[in-house]
C-alpha cells in the first residue's frame, strides 16, 4: 500500500447499523453511538468493532487496553481521553477535538486523523504504522520513544512536539509545519521539503555538534 494511504474502515451505511443505548457495559459492534454524553466513563479492555460515532462526547473517558476496528469517530470529543495500551485498526478520526489526548504505548495500523485538534496529546512509547494526519494541530504533543512507520503528516502543525528517542521510517513530513522539540536526530528516517530544511539547519547543526559562526 502506497505511504499514507491508509486502509478505511469497514462500517456499514448509517440506516444499516444498530442504535447504541448505554446498557453498562461498552461492547460495541455494528452500532450507531450518537450524540450521547459519556465524559469520563470508564471502560477499560472495552472493544469496539465496525461501528461510527457522531458528534459523541467522551472527553476524559477511560479506555486503556482498548480494542478499536473498522470504527470511525465524526464531530466527536475526545479530549483527555485515555486509549493508553489500545489497539486501533482501521479507524478514522475526522473533526474530531482531542486536546490531551493519551494513546501511550498504543498500536495504531491504519489510521486516519483528518482535520483534528490533537494539541498536547500523548503518544508516548506508541506504534504507528501507516497512519495518515491530515490538517491536524499536534502542537505540544509527545511522541517520546514511539515507533512511527509509514506514516505521512500532510498540512499539520507540529510545534514544540517532543520527539527525544523516537525512532521513524518512512516518515512523511513535507507540507507541514515542523518545530520539534528535544533530540533532533531523532528525525532520521523522516522526509522533508526544502523548505522545512532551512527551517531545522540550526536544530540539525546544534544536534550534531557543529558550530555555525559566521
Not at 502506497?2 to 448505554?22: A, I
Not at 495500551?85 to 478514522?92: C, D, P, S, T
Not at 496529546?121 to 490538517?135: I, M
Request: aromatic share 4%; charged share 35%.
Amino acid at each position: 500500500m502506497p505511504l499514507g494511504v491508509t486502509e478505511k474502515p469497514d462500517v456499514l451505511d448509517d440506516e444499516d447499523l444498530t442504535t447504541w443505548t448505554p446498557d453498562g457495559r461498552f461492547d460495541i459492534e455494528d452500532a450507531l453511538v450518537g450524540e450521547l454524553d459519556l465524559a469520563d466513563l470508564k471502560a477499560p479492555g472495552a472493544r469496539v468493532l465496525r461501528s461510527r460515532f457522531a458528534k459523541t462526547r467522551l472527553q476524559g473517558a477511560r479506555l486503556r487496553s482498548i480494542r478499536l476496528a473498522d470504527v470511525q469517530f465524526t464531530d466527536a470529543d475526545l479530549s483527555n481521553a485515555d486509549l493508553g495500551g489500545g489497539e486501533l485498526n482501521r479507524v478514522r478520526f475526522e473533526r474530531c477535538r482531542m486536546t490531551g489526548f493519551k494513546a501511550i504505548e498504543a498500536k495504531l495500523q491504519d489510521v486516519a486523523f483528518v482535520r483534528c485538534k490533537l494539541d498536547l496529546a500523548s503518544l508516548r512509547g506508541a506504534k504507528l504504522r501507516n497512519v495518515t494526519l491530515e490538517d491536524c494541530v499536534l502542537d505540544d504533543a509527545d511522541v517520546t520513544a514511539a515507533e512511527i512507520r509509514e506514516t505521512r503528516f500532510d498540512g499539520c502543525s507540529l510545534r514544540r512536539v517532543l520527539i527525544d528517542d523516537a525512532r521513524m521510517r518512512s516518515v512523511d513530513l513535507r507540507g507541514s509545519d515542523v518545530e520539534p522539540d528535544g533530540d533532533v536526530t531523532a528525525l532520521r528516517g523522516a522526509t522533508i521539503d526544502p523548505v522545512q530544511l532551512v527551517a531545522l539547519g540550526p536544530l540539525l547543526a546544534r544536534g550534531l555538534g557543529i558550530d555555525v559562526r559566521d
